[in-house]
């Protein structure tokens, strides 16, 4: 990988650029939506229990809530409107920005109902002619600056929706005092300061509210920004950061971003702490220095403008050994030997750059259909890898930090739990575990806890696989799965390159084929 190639990152002026900056997420537009939806059926909720529900159980409140279409027709109305928002927003024919404009135009439509409903009062005087009535700030002025803080939208949309939701209150009074259904008189400038100014008011609390939950949602957008790529789907999180699906802007080509956050804060600016970078750092380089086509490809690596470090990987689609075998039980031995026979190829480069993975497991191997071949095999995950060749290969020298375990518990070669000084053969054995697991659908030893598991791997001897499972296992794989458990790494077939040979001599090693291989992908259907 030639180490100047960076991430392009797109010309400001292209019109795409532009288009993105300026909207949401689409996840979080998704939220605002689904809370749009809940805010259309608590405002039809509380209008029918607020507003015609206690006139329709006292007797004499219902014969006046039929009496006139002023006093029930705008709390219908309001209802009906709230409920076909809701059910509108549920279509999944209608479009995210849909739904937001949809949105704003309820907000407006909601606050005429809620003026409507607070100041047309045909009781208030005891007379059948409606009249308006005053009660304070209105509920009008909730209503906005709740809608603005749930449904995020655009500073300036929010504003023009906040101006029109509000200008119910004076344009329904207004309405009412020219038509004489009220007693009230107001002269223009008692007008402006009761019914005008203390809604422009709520429109500018309503904008600082829009700016700041806008750019919390801008925030991140631009957060899941790396150069030419943009960050879609967290697929994954673990001790090492997060791995997101990503798609290169330029080229449309997905992609698999490893990224660690920065965790620690110096004069202000995160900074992550120094092993875990050296760790992520190494990993990246580790990746970019093996060519195997059975070892995950890096694109490139570098560091976010909030100090994230990031390394781009390709996206493989398919399944690890691990969930292959959970959902479709052992695999047959041939397909077995298939698979590992991939591994050792990826382990047997490492073992040439004097590399040790130090955490091969069901997880870190990755079944896949990589262009026209299937069953194809990548090896995951070097956050741990050690080199034997380097000053780190001293005992305490390696990449992990105090009381922390170099690997995973269940698949852990006895040497690397007695002690730091591992090469290739602690690979060999953790194939090995692997390999009891693709065969018999179980772990080669069962402890409550992770000191249970480290106890078995170096005293305990193994059970052959043949004898967990009722599939048929050549005796050449059982003896060389127990050889690859020995508790002695000299006992252990001394190279990645050894074990892909005897795996290959087995009886139906070569039974797995790319015909069955196909099949068996398209009856799955991952």
């Given at each position: 990988m030639d180490k100047h190639v960076t991430l392009l990152r797109p010309d400001p002026g292209d019109s795409e650029s532009r288009r993105t900056s300026v909207s949401l997420p689409a996840d979080l537009l998704s939220q605002a939506a689904a809370r749009l939806r809940v805010l259309a059926l608590l405002y039809a909720g509380v209008f029918f229990l607020a507003g015609i529900f206690p006139m329709l159980v006292v007797p004499s409140d219902r014969a006046l809530l039929f009496s006139s279409f002023i006093q029930w027709g705008p709390s219908v109305i309001a209802i009906v409107v709230a409920l076909l928002v809701a059910a509108v927003i549920r279509s999944r024919r209608v479009s995210l920005s849909a739904a937001m404009k949809i949105g704003l135009l309820f907000e407006v439509a909601g606050s005429y109902g809620i003026a409507m409903a607070e100041l047309v009062d045909p009781r208030a005087f005891g007379v059948d002619?409606?009249?308006?009535?005053?009660?304070?700030?209105?509920?009008?002025?909730?209503?906005?600056?709740?809608?603005?803080?749930?449904?995020?939208?655009?500073?300036?949309?929010?504003?023009?929706?906040?101006?029109?939701?509000?200008?119910?209150?004076?344009?329904?009074?207004?309405?009412?005092?020219?038509?004489?259904?009220?007693?009230?008189?107001?002269?223009?400038?008692?007008?402006?300061?009761?019914?005008?100014?203390?809604?422009?008011?709520?429109?500018?609390?309503?904008?600082?509210?829009?700016?700041?939950?806008?750019?919390?949602?801008?925030?991140?957008?631009?957060?899941?920004?790396?150069?030419?790529?943009?960050?879609e789907e967290k697929l994954g999180q673990g001790?090492?950061?997060?791995?997101?699906?990503?798609?290169?802007?330029?080229?449309?080509?997905?992609?698999?971003?490893?990224?660690?956050?920065?965790?620690?804060?110096?004069?202000?600016?995160?900074?992550?702490?120094?092993?875990?970078?050296?760790?992520?750092?190494?990993?990246?380089?580790?990746i970019a220095s093996l060519r195997s086509p059975h070892t995950v490809n890096l694109f490139d690596f570098g560091v976010a403008d909030d100090g994230s470090?990031?390394?781009?990987?390709?996206?493989?689609?398919?399944?690890?050994?691990?969930?292959?075998?959970?959902?479709?039980?052992?695999?047959?031995?041939s397909r077995a030997i298939h698979l590992l026979r991939q591994v050792c190829h990826s382990l047997s480069e490492a073992e040439s750059h004097g590399l040790v993975h130090r955490d091969i497991k069901p997880a870190n191997i990755f079944l896949c259909c990589y262009g026209e071949e299937y069953d194809f095999v990548k090896v995951l995950d070097?956050?741990?890898?050690?080199?034997?060749?380097?000053?780190?290969?001293?005992?305490?020298?390696?990449?992990?930090?105090?009381?922390?375990?170099?690997?995973?518990?269940?698949?852990?070669?006895?040497?690397?739990?007695?002690?730091?000084?591992?090469?290739?053969?602690?690979?060999?054995?953790?194939?090995?575990?692997?390999?009891?697991?693709?065969l018999?659908?179980?772990?080669?030893?069962?402890?409550?806890?992770?000191?249970?598991?480290?106890?078995?791997?170096?005293?305990?001897?193994?059970?052959?696989?043949?004898?967990?499972?009722?599939?048929?296992?050549?005796?050449?794989?059982?003896?060389?799965?127990?050889?690859?458990?020995?508790?002695?790494?000299?006992?252990?077939?001394?190279?990645?390159?050894e074990l892909s040979r005897r795996l290959g001599m087995v009886d139906g090693a070569d039974g797995w084929s790319e015909e069955w291989a196909k099949a068996w992908w398209e009856k799955a259907r991952l």
């Open positions: 002619t409606p009249v308006a009535v005053v009660h304070g700030l209105s509920w009008v002025a909730v209503w906005t600056l709740l809608f603005t803080i749930v449904v995020p939208s655009p500073p300036r949309r929010a504003v023009t929706a906040a101006l029109a939701s509000v200008s119910s209150v004076p344009v329904v009074m207004g309405v009412l005092m020219a038509l004489h259904f009220t007693p009230l008189r107001l002269d223009p400038v008692q007008f402006f300061f009761w019914m005008v100014l203390p809604y422009l008011l709520v429109v500018y609390m309503s904008y600082v509210g829009a700016r700041v939950v806008y750019a919390l949602g801008s925030e991140v957008k631009r957060a899941r920004e790396l150069g030419s790529y943009h960050l001790g090492m950061g997060e791995v997101w699906r990503a798609r290169h802007r330029l080229l449309a080509r997905p992609a698999a971003i490893k990224l660690m956050k920065p965790a620690l804060r110096e004069n202000g600016r995160p900074r992550a702490s120094e092993d875990p970078v050296r760790r992520f750092e190494r990993e990246a380089q580790v470090f990031y390394y781009v990987m390709e996206l493989l689609e398919g399944l690890d050994t691990d969930k292959l075998v959970r959902r479709f039980g052992p695999l047959p031995a070097f956050g741990i890898v050690k080199a034997t060749r380097t000053p780190d290969a001293a005992p305490g020298g390696g990449l992990t930090g105090d009381n922390v375990l170099p690997g995973t518990p269940a698949f852990m070669a006895p040497e690397q739990v007695l002690s730091d000084a591992v090469d290739g053969r602690a690979d060999i054995y953790a194939t090995g575990c692997v390999a009891y697991w693709l018999t659908g179980q772990l080669v030893f069962e402890a409550p806890n992770p000191m249970g598991f480290l106890m078995h791997h170096t005293r305990t001897p193994p059970a052959a696989p043949s004898t967990r499972t009722e599939l048929p296992i050549p005796p050449a794989l059982d003896e060389l799965v127990l050889s690859c458990l020995a508790k002695d790494p000299k006992d252990r077939p001394q190279s990645a390159r």
